[in-house]
């Protein structure tokens, strides 16, 4: 059965149009959208590519002046080294000449030797005689035994001299000539000399030594020809060494000559 429609009162339709007059009598409340703000974006900046061209690496000078003397230490220690070799060799090849041409003991010395001599048979005075020669082919190895001991000796003793703090104090000229000092000091000629002396006769030495002060004119100026060096007459150690390994009687000559260059250039 249909709903039956119901008419509003008077007072009903009253309330209704007074809600609607105040509805639209209402100020209007505007819509406020929140506000976003544009925040800008982050520029990341690309990183810088590496130089594919590496910078050489600069040693400090520190470090090369430290390997300068490393290379200055080992020429000087193996010239030295070889000098002491043909020093001792010098002398042991001193001792095997001599000890070769020593002449047969007399009928004298083996009767003072050996007070039994004139009674002695043939066999017992040729031992006897062998006795005394083979004692005196000892001393003269045990001689040279002492030498080479003193040349050992004396090469430490000039490098505590050279390195010993207070010689720069005393001599010091020696400033940057040590590892030559050295050398010199340790020649054969200068065994056991003062170092006092050495040390006078070394700097003398390198004063006298003419400076290369350069070309007085420029290649290709027309200036006059350089001197030529005349040609020492020695030999080197080098050669001095292959010499002795294949001629050693020919070696022995030219030390004894004095032809063999002991100097470091």
Same mark, same amino acid.
């Given at each position: 059965?249909? =709903? ?54 600069v040693e400090p000078e520190a470090d090369i002046q430290k390997e300068l003397e490393g290379k200055d230490k080992k020429l000087s220690a193996s010239a ?56 005196? !082919? ?8 002492? =030498? ?12 505590? !001299? ?13 400033e940057g000539k040590i590892e030559e000092f050295k050398v010199y000091a340790t020649q054969e000629s200068n065994n056991n000399v003062p170092f006092k002396?050495?040390?006078?006769? !070394? ?9 290369? =002060?350069?070309?007085? !004119? ?48």
């Amino acid at each position: 059965m249909p =709903k039956l429609h119901k008419k509003p009162t008077q007072e009903e339709l009253q309330a209704d149009i007074n809600k609607a007059i105040a509805e639209a009598e209402a100020p209007e409340v505007p819509i406020v959208e929140p506000v976003v703000e544009d925040t800008p974006a982050e520029v990341v900046e690309p990183a810088p590519e590496p130089d594919p061209t590496p910078e050489p690496a600069v040693e400090p000078e520190a470090d090369i002046q430290k390997e300068l003397e490393g290379k200055d230490k080992k020429l000087s220690a193996s010239a030295r080294e070889n000098q002491k070799i043909l020093a001792k060799n010098r002398v042991l090849n001193q001792a095997l000449d001599e000890s070769n041409n020593t002449p047969e003991p007399t009928e004298e010395e083996l009767t003072k030797e050996f007070p039994e001599w004139e009674v002695m048979d043939e066999v017992s005075k040729k031992l006897a005689k062998e006795t005394v020669v083979n004692r005196k !082919f000892r001393e003269k190895m045990v001689e040279a035994r002492e =030498k080479s001991k003193k040349i050992e000796k004396w090469d430490e003793d000039v490098v505590a !001299f050279a390195e010993d703090p207070r010689t720069l104090i005393e001599y010091s000229d020696l400033e940057g000539k040590i590892e030559e000092f050295k050398v010199y000091a340790t020649q054969e000629s200068n065994n056991n000399v003062p170092f006092k002396v050495l040390v006078g006769a !070394f700097l003398h030495e390198k004063s006298m030594k003419p400076k290369n =002060k350069g070309k007085m !004119f420029e290649d290709g100026t027309g200036g006059p020809a350089q001197p030529v060096k005349p040609k020492s007459d020695k030999i080197s150690m080098a050669e001095a060494e292959s010499i002795r390994d294949t001629d050693y009687g020919k070696y022995r000559e030219l030390l004894k000559a004095g032809k063999i260059d002991l100097s470091v250039e």
